[in-house]
Nanobody
Framework: EVQLQASGGGLVQAGGSLRLSCAAS????????IGWFRQAPGKEREGVSC???????YYRDSVKGRFTISSDNAKNTVTLQMTYLKPEDTAVYYC????????????????????WGRGTLVTVSS
């Protein structure tokens, strides 16, 4: 059974940090790109960051320099370290796995992802 388990969300003040983790199982981790998406109330889901199996990483412009994605292939885990959080980062964060992103398709398109985990809520207070 494929599972993607996101954890680490919570309530933090603006300027603070959180570390999200995505634990994957049930598929060949090395064959997939792992992406983080978020969805705020009333807004569309948007790509936040992605890591491919060749070590390539991607970030949306608004989080560059503040968020860092990393992968531990031995543990089938991807981490999103979020620093200098802003109220506009408030959202439910999801991790997802994609084979087509590995093949070169855009990482930020949600429909490229085959598997999705349940989200974890991040709330940043001002």
């Amino acid at each position: 059974e494929v599972q993607l388990q996101a954890s680490g969300g919570g309530l933090v003040q603006a300027g603070g940090s959180l570390r999200l983790s995505c634990a994957a199982s049930g598929f060949t981790f090395d064959d997939y790109a792992i992406g983080w998406f978020r969805q705020a109330p009333g807004k569309e889901r948007e790509g936040v960051s992605c890591t491919k199996n060749d070590g390539t990483t991607y970030y949306r412009d608004s989080v560059k320099g503040r968020f860092t994605i990393s992968s531990d292939n031995a543990k089938n885990t991807v981490t999103l370290q979020m620093t200098y959080l802003k109220p506009e980062d408030t959202a439910v964060y999801y991790c997802a796995a994609s084979q087509t992103v590995v093949e070169g398709f855009p990482w930020y398109r949600a429909y490229e992802y085959d598997y999705w985990g349940r989200g974890t809520l991040v709330t940043v207070s001002s």
